[in-house]
């Protein structure tokens, strides 16, 4: 093979991880196969991890993460690669989504989870004393209250939750997620559909904004987690007057094909709430041989590569997060404390319009990179003047500040004004920008699928550069932790600090784990009369797209 050498980076010692627990950084290098087109992360220990194509290389570089967020207060000074998170004095980025454990429980046993209390030995269930502690804490190391992920486990078997999401909302938190495999939610549903969106009232009142499920497939082999609960779930979010919901499915070598029915099911069951569609493929965090891994490794550029078939495969339709860092502090400045400045390699997304069961890039309405390029020029000739404590209101030029101008220049990039749904591109985006608000786009939301994918990584492709631009983090009594580290380095940080944090009552954390199996069995039960569910009216409706494809 003919490597060319891309970027030079710092990794872990997977082979010194696996066999010893040690956090050793290793030298390593992106690099290009000239032959197949092909980038690796080749690492100085000799283990070689598949990124992606040449095409999406370049595509990502285009958009790199170059601004810096200030963390207030940094947990602790940095002490080395991997030794020092919570977050420590080297962190480049905000909190975007604060992730909050309710709990380890949960009532399936998926193959590739890592973290449930059956498998644990323990039970994690902070008191609602706790998570508020959580919350203060986060605050506290970053300086303002973020958008909120509450996650597990299966958070549903909590019987509290609307006062775990109420005690968010309380601190000002902007947007708040419930992460669910939604399978009580269908059961509930199915079983009884008018009293089941009691629940779901009672979370959107106490303050939910979008349901965030898993959806792996569209058929009950691949999609063994939800398929038969998913379309009664969905029913039961509507009905309860939630009308936000991102199928997330993580994605393998064994299920990648079936990407574009996941996105063709979005499409057709749009109306009951579906936003869109988040791609997570699978973190091997397990020992694994080089075959097993080029088995089971999916990359960003494999999805879009699939999702060809659905007018989607160009790379150019595609957008790295930091692609919007320019334009998200342009349209919020110093009152938005969530910023986009993300490592380039950590996920890519974009928006395409519902128009019947199709859908249109948002790059056949608005040249994006041409108006995102508009954007960065504007933010580094002016904005950058009023960022960070310069207590001037808006640097101006001939009287203008930068909205206006991007304001008055908006229309030399739109393409198509008027989108699927009858409203007007130029009239969304412009009202974005003027209010400064990101609530003024829920008109582009009521007609647009969010497309996106987050990679996250693993002992074999971890990138501490990357590492220091995350900014989806762990919130626990002792710090803010990035996610890739919280989760690779479990037994430093996740399984330790929910270990410490575990039911110390040995009767009490025996009663929980019965609870824990007596949902696992219900769900069990619920799945012995499939003949009857395949046959319910909503269940053949939510797949129907299947028969007509």
């Not at 000239?34 to 040449?54: C, P, S």
């Not at 710090?479 to 600090?497: E, I, Q, S």
């Not at 009767?507 to 769900?523: D, G, H, I």
Request: aromatic share 12%.
């Amino acid at each position: 093979m003919a490597y060319r050498e891309l970027e030079r980076t710092v990794s872990v010692d997977d082979k010194k991880y696996l066999e010893s627990g040690i956090i050793a950084p290793v030298p390593a290098v992106y690099v290009l196969d000239e032959d197949t087109g092909i980038v690796y992360l080749k690492k100085e220990n000799g283990t070689i991890e598949r990124i992606g194509t040449k095409e999406y290389w370049d595509r990502i570089m285009k958009y790199r993460g170059e601004l810096t967020a200030h963390i207030p207060k940094p947990v602790r000074k940095f002490e080395g690669y991997g030794l020092s998170c919570g977050l420590c004095t080297q962190h480049k980025n905000s909190t975007a989504l604060l992730n909050v454990i309710a709990t380890n429980m949960c009532n399936l046993r998926c193959w590739y989870c890592f973290f449930y209390s059956a498998i644990s030995g323990y039970v994690y269930r902070p008191s609602l004393e706790e998570i508020a502690q959580i919350y203060d804490r986060t605050i506290d190391v970053i300086g303002y209250m973020p958008p909120v992920q509450i996650t597990g486990g299966e958070p549903s078997l909590r019987d509290d939750l609307a006062d775990i999401i109420r005690l968010a909302k309380e601190r000002g938190a902007p947007h708040i997620q419930l992460n669910t495999n939604s399978v009580i939610f269908g059961i509930e549903y199915y079983e009884d559909p008018e009293r089941a969106p009691e629940r779901i009232r009672e979370y959107v009142k106490a303050g939910l904004n979008t349901i965030y499920t898993s959806f792996d497939g569209i058929d009950p082999k691949t999609n063994f987690k939800n398929h038969y609960e998913i379309p009664f779930a969905l029913r039961n979010y509507y009905d309860g007057g939630l009308r936000s919901v991102v199928l997330v499915p993580t994605v393998t070598g064994q299920n990648l094909d079936q990407m574009p029915d996941v996105v063709r099911f979005a499409v057709h069951n749009y109306r009951w709430g579906i936003k869109g569609v988040n791609f997570q493929p699978l973190s091997i965090l397990d020992k694994m041989d080089e075959e097993k891994r080029k088995e089971l490794r999916v990359t960003q550029s494999d999805i879009v590569e699939v999702l060809g078939e659905l007018g989607l495969g160009e790379m150019d339709m595609w957008f790295p997060i930091p692609s919007v860092q320019y334009l998200a502090d342009l349209i919020s400045g110093q009152k938005h404390f969530v910023h986009f400045y993300n490592n380039e390699k950590c996920g890519i997304a974009t928006y395409a319009f519902v128009d019947g069961e199709q859908l249109r890039p948002i790059t056949e309405f608005i040249d994006v990179d041409a108006f995102l390029q508009e954007v960065e020029d504007l933010y580094k000739s002016w904005l950058k003047k009023v960022y960070y404590g310069v207590k001037a209101a808006v640097a101006k030029v001939r009287g203008k500040d930068p909205k206006e101008i991007a304001l008055e220049k908006l229309d030399d990039f739109i393409k198509k004004d008027r989108l699927p749904n009858g409203h007007s591109l130029r009239e969304i985006v412009g009202k974005a920008i003027a209010e400064g608000s990101y609530d003024a786009l829920g008109a582009f939301h009521d007609g647009a699928l969010f497309l996106g994918m987050m990679h996250f990584m693993d002992y074999y492709n971890y990138d501490f550069n990357r590492v220091q631009r995350c900014d989806i983090h762990y919130g626990m009594p002792e710090g803010v932790y990035p996610f890739c580290t919280f989760n690779v380095y479990a037994d430093k940080y996740r399984d330790a600090l929910l270990k410490a944090h575990k039911i110390q009552d040995p009767e009490e954390e025996k009663r929980w784990m019965e609870f824990e199996k007596k949902q696992a069995l219900r769900v069990a039960e619920f799945r012995k009369h499939v003949d009857e569910i395949v046959e319910h009216p909503i269940y053949k409706e939510a797949y129907s797209f299947l028969r007509r494809s």
